[in-house]
């Protein structure tokens, strides 16, 4: 039952983002999406309480859907973090060029995730905070002090080029273009770190927002990069060949259900439980359970 209610939510997302697309949020009714998927008024109510919450929950798929992918770059290990960063780019290029007219139609409204959807205020946080947490495992320990400045201008320039989105015929090419943004930011990283210039914004300024949202200690990855230093753990030491076994499997069924748009809670919990009989695991199985408990999830 939850599987068919889960696919039900989806579907409806999908739905509403397509009529948000092209008529803009304020423009369509409840009515309408409820029409369109062929349902009623009502049984759209049961899955969505209020038009809010369904605003608030595509805002949520969209930066879910991009997130999970970026982070699926993250566990490639064959790859630099200067080459993860090249492929998370075109990721995130190729996912905002299938969602061009939502984006687009965000622009002309002037809508948005307001202050109100917290959730998407402490999502957008954490991807900041791993945004410079990659920017320092680039370029070192010499970029700490420029790192924010560097993650505005980065948000600067992607802005500037979904606005090239929008323009009708105009040829993209994803690749060019992320080559593009990482030579930019080495250009202006490299020159922030030999003039030794003072930063725009100081760590005391990141220090000032982590403490309006939460303390840093609660900061929390994304559960695929524990994934990741779990299976890094499995592949340099010696377990048990059926053990190690049985917890890449585990591991793989977990990935696999947290890039769900529904993920289950069964499922979750059962795949940590699995890796518990290997000890050395447990600080990190414990940060998985912590994560996931507060996950959007069904039961």
């Not at 606005?163 to 202006?188: A, H, T, V, W």
């Not at 900061?219 to 779990?230: C, D, F, G, N």
Request: overall charge negative; aromatic content about 8%.
């Amino acid at each position: 039952m939850a599987d068919k209610s889960a696919d039900k939510k989806t579907y409806i997302l999908k739905t509403a983002l397509q009529l948000f697309s092209t008529q803009g949020i304020s423009s369509t009714s409840m009515q309408e999406i409820a029409e369109v998927c062929e349902m009623s008024k009502g049984s759209l109510y049961l899955h969505f309480k209020s038009k809010d919450e369904l605003e608030e929950s595509i805002y949520l798929y969209c930066f879910h859907l991009i997130r999970d992918s970026i982070m699926q770059v993250e566990q490639d290990s064959l790859l630099s973090p200067k080459e993860q960063l090249h492929k998370q780019v075109e990721v995130l290029l190729s996912h905002l060029i299938e969602l061009r007219e939502f984006v687009k139609k965000q622009f002309i409204d002037g809508s948005g995730p307001s202050k109100k959807h917290t959730c998407m205020r402490d999502e957008q946080f954490k991807m900041l905070h791993w945004f410079k947490v990659k920017l320092e495992s680039i370029y070192g320990s010499e970029v700490e002090p420029y790192t924010i400045d560097l993650i505005l201008f980065f948000g600067g320039i992607l802005a500037s080029y979904l606005r090239m989105l929008f323009i009708p015929g105009l040829p993209i090419n994803i690749q060019k273009m992320s080559k593009q943004f990482i030579s930019l930011l080495d250009d202006i990283t490299q020159s922030m770190i030999s003039k030794s210039s003072e930063p725009l914004i100081t760590s005391d300024v990141w220090g000032q927002w982590i403490n309006e949202f939460k303390d840093q200690s609660n900061v929390q990855r994304h559960p695929l990069q524990i994934t990741k230093e779990i299976k890094d753990y499995l592949k340099t030491n010696s377990i048990d060949k059926n053990t190690y076994k049985d917890a890449l499997e585990s591991i793989h069924i977990l990935e696999k259900e947290i890039v769900d748009i529904q993920p289950r809670r069964v499922i979750l919990i059962g795949m940590i439980a699995n890796l518990l009989p290997i000890s050395e695991l447990q600080v990190l199985t414990d940060e998985l359970k912590e994560i996931i408990s507060l996950y959007s999830i069904t039961q």
